[in-house]
């Protein structure tokens, strides 16, 4: 098997293009193409990590900020769950709640800050309310349509056969929509992972974003480019465990995704032997 082909097979392929930026950051900092308070050099950058951690400042930051993900993720998506299940399935509670949610969605970020901090003050609440609220959109969004995406001709034979109510939903409408739903899920933890960038900047003194902020006021850059890759490191790994969770809840479905990680599996002997 080729190297190329075994890069796919095996996942790998994602690694060049990090590998490739890295190669090239390595150059522009080495050669002084770029000023290192702009760009430090990827080694300052290692020094910063391993003075943060050797301190004990770096894990607390990360835990704050852990925390806060999970926690304003978890409410985003229980609110998103009920209101886009709500909206999918009732044509007038989708009349009633949608057009105000679709306004609603279109407000950035930043501009949630003043009237949170004013409403909540700049503790816990307004941090956890801001993540929740990122979350919440694509959560709603994906479960409403995925609702609205159900084919008729099931839910019409499934009717035929007696089900109804809660029998309808859990036989019918919950599997076809998981696919949507799960989708809303990623998209739900990649906002709150960006809003908790935002929300770390009304006052926080711990998390990620603060680092990012301390960074910034202190004129130390190689902390700004540290906790920019933990975020990236960070949000990447929660979104593989969710994708690999999803992947479980619907391993029935026959889709194009499926089938290629089909073909995948079957050019590689080592993926089919632990298979």
């Not at 930043?110 to 307004?126: H, N, T, Y």
């Not at 391993?251 to 990680?261: I, R």
Request: net charge positive; hydrophobic share 55%.
């Amino acid at each position: 098997m080729s190297l190329r082909a075994r890069l796919a097979a095996s996942g790998g392929a994602g690694l060049v293009l990090p590998a490739l930026l890295l190669a090239l950051w390595g150059a522009l900092t080495r050669f002084g193409l770029v000023p290192p308070n702009l760009l430090p050099a990827p080694l300052a950058v290692l020094r910063a990590f391993r003075d943060l951690w050797l301190s004990g400042e770096l894990w607390e930051h990360i835990e704050v900020t852990l925390l806060r993900v999970l926690l304003g993720f978890l409410l985003g998506t229980a609110a998103g769950t009920v209101v886009g299940a709500l909206s999918g399935y009732s044509v007038p509670w989708r009349r009633l709640l949608d057009p105000t949610f679709q306004a609603l969605r279109s407000i950035p970020s930043f501009a949630w800050i003043p009237l949170f901090v004013l409403w909540l003050g700049i503790f816990e609440a307004s941090k956890l309310t801001l993540i929740a609220l990122g979350a919440f959109f694509p959560v709603y969004l994906n479960t409403m349509a995925g609702i609205q995406q159900v084919d008729r001709k099931l839910v019409e034979v499934a009717r035929i056969h007696g089900y109804g109510g809660v029998a309808l939903v859990r036989r019918v409408l919950l599997p076809a929509t998981l696919p949507a739903y799960i989708t809303g899920l990623r998209g739900g933890l990649g906002l709150a992972w960006m809003f908790v960038v935002a929300a770390e900047f009304m006052g926080a003194s711990e998390g990620l974003g603060f680092l990012l902020i301390d960074g910034q006021q202190t004129g130390r850059p190689a902390n700004i480019i540290a906790a920019v890759m933990l975020f990236a490191v960070f949000g990447k790994a929660s979104d593989v465990a969710l994708a690999a969770l999803g992947r479980h809840f619907v391993s029935w479905q026959d889709s194009f995704q499926s089938a290629q990680e089909r073909t995948a599996d079957a050019a590689d002997p080592s993926r089919l032997q632990e298979v």
